[in-house]
């Protein structure tokens, strides 16, 4: 990918746009709501999408008919690049409008259109995605959630798990089993299911960072018309695998600027302590930034593609860099690393008030903290290499086991 001059000229008006609208109430926003923070002014973030929406600097992506700004890839990477260069407060509509839209533009009805593009394009309606159960994560196939027809209806019942900010979603896209005794991949639907109704319960799980990102989700009987199935009922498989892979391609896209800011935090941390002049360390922080500019490269090289096995290699790249850029932080700070913020009282609160965290952490111990998810989420690793050692390499499928119902 190469940047031409009518793409540089995009680039100075976000960057114009995001430093004029970054201020006033907005400027305390810089930086909130990132990994393991996203409990972080929610309202403030959520009325800050809102502007960015007004201003058309949502769903750039989506063609111009959609109500999208019929972006280019580069100006979407060049929009990415501005905004997280510029320090703005993580979106809270990324599932809406970076995974569910795109496979509603492709794969819905005029009707869905309709329905469901504008409330995500204006953030009045949030998204989460259900898809992960206890018994289908790297196993997707094998999703037990089931629904069925009743009169108008859909009716689910099931339980859904690591659903990212359901209990601040209005809906959330379910897959599920509408063809009773299907197996795998046959018999799936890819239904969207209101989340404010009384048959559906989230609970928070706790993360290593004492925060909850992610959720449990049950439906015991939750209620969607009959016509808010996207594709025909039994496609679900298809279109599931259509948001997959969305999800892996657009990830990435602004995330390595984030990266980079962090390593040069971490640089700077290490310029004023002892490990600036520690060999082992220099050594490792000069591997950091070469391993970054490999990830921007690939990602660069790679991103118009729709090759699964790039999107691969490219989500292995960047999630082993981050991960290992979380642990190399905690040897830039040595011991004090391993110290959490006393709470009131001189230690640690062991039970947090409703709403607070249990303990405090700073930036650098969440960085650590919460990259260990990174090469989980989106298709673990093990995963990634199935798909590289199957795709690239013509090495034989593994087959589930047998024993698999
Ligand atoms: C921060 C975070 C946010 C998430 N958000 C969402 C969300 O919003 N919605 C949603 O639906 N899901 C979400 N997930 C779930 C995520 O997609 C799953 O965690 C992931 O697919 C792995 O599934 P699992 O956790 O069930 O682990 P498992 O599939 O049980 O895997 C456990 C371990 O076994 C390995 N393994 C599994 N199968 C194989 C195999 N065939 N060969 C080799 N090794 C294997 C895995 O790599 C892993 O190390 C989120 C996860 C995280 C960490």
Not at 51 to 67: I, Q
Not at 84 to 100: F, H, N
Not at 110 to 125: G, S, W
Not at 317 to 335: D, P
């Amino acid at each position: 990918m190469r940047f031409t001059p009518q793409d540089e000229e995009f680039r100075a008006e976000v960057r114009a746009w995001l430093a004029a609208n970054l201020t006033g109430e907005f400027a305390a926003l810089r930086g909130a709501g990132g990994p393991g923070r996203e409990h972080e002014r929610h309202a403030e973030r959520l009325a800050w999408n809102r502007h960015l929406a007004a201003a058309g600097w949502t769903c750039l992506g989506w063609p111009a008919e959609f109500g999208g700004r019929g972006a280019t890839l580069a100006e979407q990477v060049i929009f990415h690049e501005e905004y997280a260069r510029a320090g703005a407060p993580a979106r809270v509509t990324i599932v809406g409008e970076e995974l569910l839209g795109p496979t509603l533009i492709a794969f819905g009805t005029k009707e869905q259109h309709a329905r469901f593009l504008p409330p995500i394009k204006q953030v009045t309606e949030l998204w989460c995605q259900g898809y992960s159960e206890p018994g289908a994560g790297s196993d997707l196939a094998n999703v037990a959630t089931r629904a069925s027809l009743d009169g108008n209806q859909w009716v689910v019942t099931g339980q859904k798990v690591w659903t990212s900010l359901a209990h601040v979603a209005d809906w959330c896209f379910v897959l599920a089993r509408t063809e009773p005794g299907s197996r795998r991949s046959a018999g799936l639907s890819y239904l969207l299911v209101p989340m404010r109704q009384s048959r559906v319960t989230v609970r928070p799980i706790r993360q290593l960072t004492g925060t909850s990102e992610f959720n449990e989700v049950f439906f015991d009987g939750a209620r969607t018309d009959a016509a808010n199935v996207v594709g025909a009922p039994g496609d679900g498989w298809r279109i599931a695998k259509a948001t997959l892979a969305i999800e892996r391609g657009a990830a990435m896209l602004g995330l390595q600027v984030g990266f980079r800011r962090e390593l040069a935090d971490l640089v700077e941390v290490a310029r004023h302590t002892a490990a600036g002049s520690d060999p082992l360390l220099r050594d490792k922080l000069a591997r950091a930034w070469i391993g970054l500019e490999a990830v921007r490269a690939y990602a660069l090289d790679t991103l118009d593609g729709d090759d699964d096995t790039e999107a691969s290699v490219l989500k292995i790249l960047w999630s082993r860099w981050h991960r290992n850029v979380g642990e190399l932080a905690m040897e830039v700070l040595g011991a004090p690393s391993m110290i959490v913020s006393a709470g009131p009282g001189g230690r640690p609160p062991q039970t947090p008030p409703a709403g607070h965290e249990p303990y405090d952490l700073d930036d650098w111990q969440r960085l650590f903290l919460f990259s260990r998810a990174d090469t989980i989420y989106g298709g673990s690793d093990e995963i990634q290499h199935d798909i590289i050692a199957t795709r690239a390499l013509g090495l034989p499928r593994q087959e589930p086991p047998p024993d698999r119902p």
